[in-house]
């Protein structure tokens, strides 16, 4: 019933597994970037997957599960700090389900599955996400927040606000894979 | 905004009839769909109002540790671990070491494990640390029992301690008797049932005599006595308290207005330096009216909670043990009964369908998204218009339904219209909603339409389907009301909403859902009216309201309404 958004197919990759990345989106290091399929990255997007441990060989930096949204000019940044006088990048991991609204900048180190994110949030170091959260518009969660699953944070420093219902987690399922399906390209209609 | 559909609770109201959508209490009893449960044995709609809640478990909403309801009580709900909440912006506070490493870049001090004592508690949001109020530690791990001394020490909590001193004998005495003689009287009333010893206690405190004030007699209506002799027992027990400290005494310690907060706004300087109502009230105590004095607060608890139907108090929902789990072991809500409703306009539809078209096509634009405001002025309904619209169902249950729609009239239900806006042109109605009664069915919920992760044919054919359908959508003017589309177990009709000329306010109308659906396992349903003999059926009838949106006045500039 919804209508499509409606993308120009000469500005988005998709993928064998049906992830869609916007080439106006800013992907450092894809070498070290996990998406689980069916995900979107839209345009103007950073992910910063060049930010990794130092130490050698292959390391995940940032890991996305399936049927993710990243918004526009959305940055995601793997989070940071100098542990025992050496400083490290950590990996950040996100889940399935997972829709982080437009302008957000995300440090988090985890995010759960079915987890919705606002417009023009910050999402601040090492800040733990549990499945099925919700962070209002605007918010800003200060580095190190614990976000307690089925929990809805707005404000700035982020706070509970109330729980969310029983049944969040098919709610959010069945909106972000109607997102995915509505996400087409607009050359297959004219 | 985009068109909406709730769904009504009674709430044990007697008016099944929800009242009329446009009186501001209207939306009091309206929920959406994924808020609501729904009880199997009463075959009733159940909402979060009306539903009887029992905690099942407490955690820290930080460290997310599940603590033991023995240590709650002990702990006055709080965390008992490391977490402790800024008492300038109820951050959570992270323990530094006194001299970070890398204190001289500018960054965040790191949370470490390691560092020079003493150490301190740190908001990295407002950076307010414990060290300006005097609170510091030996070591990083183990902070609240370190805290322990000084908050045992308190004032509050002294004073706590003595009331509850006080009051645990009553509380013993009268949990004694309720349980003996006071239950078969309460047993009487459901809410009753789960009463403990405290709320024993309180109810026989509120039903103390108070000399000028009737007495109540809760137990008298129920046509009892029993009660009076131990209510009687209690009001004797009860020696009077007497406070650690005078209440005019603890306003010197520069809270109750006295010379000392005086002195004190007389110098003040900084308006920040006056601690705000939201900082101090979650003390226990009242406190120092300066933010210099406010103290690290601990988290309080969170709890999981099991909800039972308030009729028949048969489990609802009953959560996994785990704290952090999003699983439950019994979960009755009303998405896997009652028919999913969405509604669209298809006009609206139409014109999302090419903004963002016309967006992807701009090559540098703003590639797809709308901003509400744009939405806004597209959705508006013209009013003396004539729209259509879309109602489309989804069926969650194994079986067909039979679906009928009807839409409650609104001058029956509400003989004077609209109070605040057109009171005194609109006796009639302003808009008139047609939508056919007769019933239609919507086919049976099977999981293999759940599964679009590798069937890629059925992806590409849906969006085929789709697609055609937005390319046909202009020809059909011929039908609008009536069955439209049947695919899967989605069925869409159509109606019209016709909207007067001086139409003002929302189109909001009252639509009453009923469906009819073989129940398969047909044992007690004691209330259930229709039932036939071989596949018996039940019906079950529920009641929405359906807002598609504000009417645009006439006299208004026509935005942009030209396809």
Redesign the interface.
């Known amino acids: 019933?919804?209508?499509?958004?409606?993308?120009?197919k000469s500005?988005f990759i998709e993928t064998d597994t049906g992830n869609k990345v916007?080439r106006?989106a800013t992907i450092a290091g894809p070498q070290n970037i996990i998406l689980g399929g069916k995900t979107i990255i839209?345009?103007g997007a950073i992910i910063r997957g060049d930010l990794r441990q130092s130490r050698p060989g292959h390391a995940v930096v940032i890991s996305l599960g399936r049927y993710c949204l990243v918004g526009?000019g959305c940055v995601m940044r793997p989070p940071y700090?100098?542990?025992?006088?050496t400083f490290n990048y950590y990996p950040m991991k996100i889940g399935d389900h997972v829709h982080i609204g437009?302008g957000s900048v995300v440090e988090a180190a985890t995010i759960g599955s079915?987890v919705e994110i606002g417009k023009n949030c910050i999402i601040?170091?090492f800040v733990i996400i549990?499945?099925?959260a919700k962070v209002a518009d605007n918010s800003?969660v200060?580095?190190?927040?614990?976000i307690?699953?089925?929990?809805f944070f707005a404000g700035s420093?982020a706070?509970?606000v109330e729980d969310l219902?029983?049944?969040?987690?098919?709610?959010v399922e069945s909106q972000t894979?109607q997102f995915y399906?509505r996400?087409?390209p607009?050359d297959?209609?004219r | 905004m985009a068109p909406s559909v709730l769904y009504h609770c009674p709430c044990f109201s007697r008016h099944l009839v929800p009242p009329p959508p446009h009186l501001a209490s209207s939306s009091h009893s309206f929920h959406p769909l994924h808020t609501l449960f729904f009880c199997e044995e009463c075959d009733a709609v159940r909402c979060n109002r009306c539903v009887s809640v029992e905690v099942s478990g407490y955690y820290c909403p930080n460290c997310l540790f599940e603590v033991p309801s023995a240590s709650v009580r002990a702990e006055k709900n709080r965390c008992a671990r490391n977490c402790f909440m800024c008492p300038n912006c109820r951050n959570t506070l992270s323990v530094v070491p006194s001299d970070p490493p890398d204190v001289g870049d500018g960054r965040i001090a790191p949370i470490s494990t390691v560092g020079e004592p003493p150490f301190f508690l740190y908001c990295s949001h407002c950076r307010w640390d414990s060290a300006e109020v005097g609170i510091t530690f030996e070591k990083p791990t183990g902070l609240a029992a370190q805290l322990q001394k000084s908050e045992d020490s308190a004032p509050d909590s002294l004073e706590f301690e003595r009331l509850k001193e006080h009051f645990d004998p009553i509380i013993r005495a009268s949990s004694l008797s309720s349980s003996s003689s006071a239950v078969p009287s309460s047993a009487a009333h459901s809410h009753h049932l789960h009463s403990t010893s405290i709320t024993a206690a309180a109810s026989a405190a509120l039903a103390r005599d108070i000399p000028g004030v009737g007495r109540y007699n809760p137990l008298s209506r129920s046509g009892r006595g029993t009660g009076s002799k131990d209510r009687s027992a209690n009001k004797d027990e009860m020696p009077d308290y007497k406070s650690r400290m005078d209440a005019t005494t603890a306003s010197k310690m520069g809270s109750g207005g006295g010379l000392p907060d005086v002195e004190f706004m007389r110098h003040l300087e900084n308006v920040s330096d006056v601690a705000s109502l939201e900082q101090r009230w979650s003390y226990s105590w009242a406190t120092s009216l300066q933010t210099k004095d406010l103290k690290p607060l601990r988290i309080p608890l969170h709890s999981k909670r099991s909800k039972r139907c308030p009729a028949c108090t048969h489990i609802l929902i009953k959560p996994e043990q785990k704290a952090q789990s999003v699983r439950y072991k019994i979960k009755l809500v009303a998405a896997n009964y009652l028919p999913a409703i969405s509604i669209a306009l298809p006009h609206q539809v139409e014109k999302f369908g090419h903004a963002s078209a016309e967006a992807a096509k701009r090559p540098y634009g703003k590639a797809t998204v709308l901003t509400d405001e744009e939405k806004e002025a597209m959705s508006g309904l013209l009013a003396g218009e004539t729209y259509p619209f879309h109602v489309s169902l989804t069926n969650p249950l194994y079986d067909p339904i039979q679906v009928k729609l009807s839409v409650q009239r609104m001058h029956v239900a509400a003989p004077s219209s609209d109070p605040g806006t057109a009171s005194e042109k609109a006796r009639r109605p302003p808009f008139v909603v047609s939508l056919s009664t007769t019933p239609f069915s919507v086919a049976a919920f099977a999981e293999a339409w759940e599964y679009d992760e590798d069937d890629d044919i059925l992806d590409d054919d849906e969006l085929e389907a789709r697609l055609s359908g937005r390319e046909k959508e202009p020809k059909p003017k011929t039908k609008t009301v009536g069955i439209l589309e049947k695919r899967a177990n989605i069925t869409v009709v159509g109606g019209e909403v016709m909207l007067r000329k001086e139409a003002r306010g929302n189109v909001k109308f009252n639509m009453l859902v009923s469906y009819t659906y073989r129940a398969d396992d047909a044992p007690a349903d004691m209330g259930s009216p229709s039932k036939s003999k071989a596949p018996a059926t039940k019906t079950f009838a529920f009641y929405t309201v359906v807002e598609l949106g504000p009417i645009i006045p006439r006299e208004e500039t026509r935005i942009d309404v030209d396809t």
């Open positions: 019933m919804e209508s499509p958004i409606y993308y120009s500005e916007s106006r839209s345009s526009e700090k100098t542990y025992r006088g437009a079915h601040g170091k549990k499945d099925c800003i200060p580095p190190n927040t614990v307690p699953a089925l929990s420093p706070g509970f219902p029983e049944s969040t987690q098919e709610l894979k399906q996400f087409q607009l297959r209609d």
